[in-house]
């Protein structure tokens, strides 16, 4: 299944090339739907609540894959204290293509997507109709 990099597939089958470098990755559906989000997030014709929708499912997959994971962090630090886990709204502040120019804003950023993406239906459908009227 292709996850990421569908345009320049796209563009190497119209040049008829035979070989493109890729990678292989087998580490299940989650992943696979985190990558895809992340290249989602890269694109600018995304509408303020598409955005907010996909920073929000990035972050309760990501949350989702650290409660599964079974084994505990091994402490290195000298009073045998574990490491706290980071939460999904963190991650994404680090690891996704949000805007802000600090972490700080970047967390605001992630934070206000849970926000919007957590507006009922009614008012979803209604943002959609008026973005569709704008356009």
Partial sequence: ????????LA????LKLEKIECF???????HARLWEIAENLHRED????????QITEWIKITENLQLSQSGSNESKR??????????????A?????????????????????VKIASLSNEAKQVAREL????S
């Avoid at 292989?24 to 989650?30: A, K």
């Avoid at 000298?78 to 991650?91: A, E, T």
């Avoid at 973005?131 to 704008?134: C, F, I």
């Fill in 1 to 8: 299944m292709l996850v990421a990099g569908g345009h320049r």
């Fill in 11 to 14: 563009a190497a089958k119209l």
């Fill in 24 to 30: 292989v990755v087998d580490e299940g559906d989650e």
């Fill in 46 to 53: 995304l509408t303020r609540l598409e955005r907010s929708e």
């Fill in 78 to 91: 000298p009073d045998g204290r574990g490491h706290r886990k980071q939460s999904g709204v963190r991650q």
């Fill in 93 to 113: 502040a680090r690891q996704l293509p949000l805007d802000g120019a600090t972490e700080a804003a970047r967390l605001h950023t992630a934070q206000r997507a």
């Fill in 131 to 134: 973005t569709t009227q704008r």
